[in-house]
């Protein structure tokens, strides 16, 4: 009996000692990110079909930029964007588009976020939730500080932000996506922070800007297939009019541009789960699920 107890307790040592050693186990429970782009329009009413979805669903709102249109000026957040998406203000973590600067520098975005929004000049910043690391970037190269270059103040504070949570999985989101097989066909431009995330291990990226929905495979910032590298998702979908697909762009996934809805990602110790959300009277959806790096 002496024998037994004792090769019971070593084998329920292996058991926990296995279990501290897998990624992100007992670490903290699961947390949900919801979101898109491409948001809110005083002339339609896809965003206020997309907000009945955000409304029921709990967690952190993100934006992937143009979150008011045309031109961001503050009075069209407070009548276009805040009666429907405004309504989660106090759980949203936005980011900026490119019809944001068709304000001087994107005054009306900074005015109606405040601090929720970055550093005004900036607009970028990171938090935590649950097991994740979580960073908001700002994709408008031509008027954030300094740009997008190797050496740029951003690009600088990436780096460290990165480097300073090594052991956390990494999901990033900006507005213009790198690779896309809408109308922009991809936007190099962003090219350099993706350098730093994929160097960094990061797992997600979310973008907006062509007002689709699309899947890549993971990949690297030259789009090369790989196991360790992101996995981009393009959710221009937030009720803005949609777009549509001119070509099919390398290790494309999954594709969409007739339905409206949101991305709901369950950020997991050590993975992520994905579905996307339509609106009412639609019946596309993607779903998923893959571990960290």
């Known amino acids: 009996m002496a024998l ?23 670490q903290t429970s699961a947390v949900t990110l919801v979101g898109a782009g491409d948001i809110s329009r005083c002339d339609n009413k896809g965003d206020t079909a997309t907000a009945r979805l955000v409304a029921s669903i709990p967690g952190t709102v993100f934006t992937a930029g143009d979150n008011a249109y045309k031109e961001g000026t503050l009075w069209q957040f407070r009548n276009c964007y805040d009666p ?3 309504r989660f203000k106090w759980r949203t973590k936005p980011s900026v588009g490119n019809h944001e600067y068709r304000t001087p520098g994107a005054s009306g975005y900074f005015d109606y976020f405040g601090a929720a929004a970055g550093g005004r000049g900036k607009g970028y910043y990171s938090y935590n939730r649950g097991a994740w690391h979580i960073v908001a970037l700002n994709s408008m190269c031509a008027y ?66 062509d007002h689709v929905y699309e899947r890549f495979a993971r990949q690297t910032p030259w789009g090369a297939l790989d196991d360790h590298g992101i996995r ?48 009412a009277g639609k019946s596309f959806t993607d779903t998923g699920f893959n571990y960290c790096h």
């Open 84 to 86: 429907t998406w405004g």
């Open 4 to 26: 037994a107890s004792v090769a019971l307790a070593v084998l329920l040592a292996f058991v926990v000692a296995a279990l501290a050693a897998k990624p992100g186990a007992g």
């Open 144 to 209: 954030v500080q300094g740009g997008c270059e190797p050496t740029s103040p951003m690009i600088t504070w990436l780096k460290n932000d990165l480097a300073n949570h090594p052991s956390r999985c990494t999901l990033a989101y900006f507005h213009k996506p790198l690779f896309s097989s809408g109308y922009s066909r991809g936007n190099p431009v962003v090219r350099p922070l993706w350098n730093v995330l994929y160097n960094h291990h990061a797992d997600v990226i979310v973008s907006g800007h």
């Open 232 to 279: 981009e998702f393009v959710v221009g979908t937030g009720g803005a009019e949609l777009g549509g697909f001119n070509y099919t762009a390398r290790h494309s996934q999954v594709r969409n541009a007739n339905t409206h809805g949101v991305l709901k990602l369950r950020l997991e110790p050590g993975g992520y789960g994905w579905r996307f959300m339509h609106v």
